[in-house]
Nanobody, 118 residues
């Protein structure tokens, strides 16, 4: 059974930093691209960042480019999102994501709150 568990969220002042972690279990995740999404109040869930299976290719939403860094540690089955220079508009629930083709299923974590105060 695939499980994704996020941690590391919280309240931070504008300009501050947080590091989110996503602990994955139930598969050999080194085979899959992993991603982060977020959903702000009253808005749809949106893409934040993704890292490919090798860790060599990353893609970011324009809104976070240059401030956020996604990485992975396959020995720990963990994906990270380092968030720097946080802005109030980064306030959202952040979700870890993996699409597993053989299951034809998009898996999500339970989400973790990030709040940036101005």
């Amino acid at each position: 059974q695939v499980q994704l568990v996020e941690s590391g969220g919280g309240l931070v002042q504008a300009g501050g930093s947080l590091r989110l972690s996503c602990a994955a279990s139930g598969r050999t995740f080194s085979r899959y691209n992993m991603g982060w999404y977020r959903q702000a109040p009253g808005k749809e869930r949106e893409f934040v960042a993704t890292v490919d299976w090798s860790g060599g290719t990353t893609v970011y939403a324009d809104s976070v480019k240059g401030r956020f860094t996604i990485s992975r540690d396959d020995a720990k089955n963990t994906v990270y999102l380092q968030m720097n220079s946080l802005k109030p508009e980064d306030t959202a629930i952040y979700y870890c994501n993996v699409y597993i083709r053989v299951d034809q299923t998009n898996y999500w974590g339970q989400g973790i709150q990030v709040t940036v105060s101005s």
